[in-house]
Nanobody
C-alpha cells in the first residue's frame, strides 16, 4: 500500500499548481482520500477529502472556492487543483487514505488517516 504525492513547487501569489497523489496496492471501493498540509512551525491541518465510493468532497474553509479535489479513476490518482494561491498556502502537502467516507471529521483531523504518503513542498512567494 503506497501513496505518492507530487507536483509541488514554487509559485507566485495568485498562481496555480496541481498536486497529484498516486495510489498503489489499494482496492479503492470505500476510502476517503485526503490532502493535508503543514507549514513550518505549525500543526498539520486538513485541506480537502473525497470519497472514492460516491465522489463526495469536503474542503477546509481556508481553501474553499480556490482548491478542487478530483480523481482519475483509471490511474488511481487523485488531484488537488490549487488556484489563487496565497503565501499562507505554503507548506508540505501530504495525501492520505482511510477506510470509510469523506466528511468534515476527516478534514478536521477528528478521524485519523490509516495511510500516509511522503509530502510534496509548495511554496507561494514572490
Amino acid at each position: 500500500v503506497q501513496l505518492q504525492a507530487s507536483g509541488g513547487g514554487l509559485v507566485q501569489p495568485g498562481g496555480s499548481l496541481r498536486l497529484a497523489c498516486k495510489l498503489s496496492g489499494f482496492t479503492l471501493d470505500y476510502y476517503a482520500i485526503g490532502w493535508f498540509r503543514q507549514a513550518p512551525g505549525k500543526e498539520r491541518e486538513g485541506v480537502s477529502c473525497i470519497s472514492t465510493s460516491d465522489g463526495v468532497t469536503y474542503y477546509a474553509d481556508s481553501v474553499k472556492g480556490r482548491f478542487t479535489i478530483s480523481r482519475e479513476n483509471a490511474a488511481n490518482t487523485f488531484y488537488l487543483h490549487m488556484n489563487t494561491l496565497k503565501p499562507e498556502d505554503t507548506g508540505t502537502y501530504y495525501c492520505a487514505a482511510r477506510l470509510g467516507f469523506c466528511s468534515s471529521r476527516v478534514v478536521s483531523g477528528y478521524l485519523g488517516m490509516d495511510y500516509w504518503g511522503a509530502g510534496t513542498q509548495v511554496t507561494v512567494s514572490s
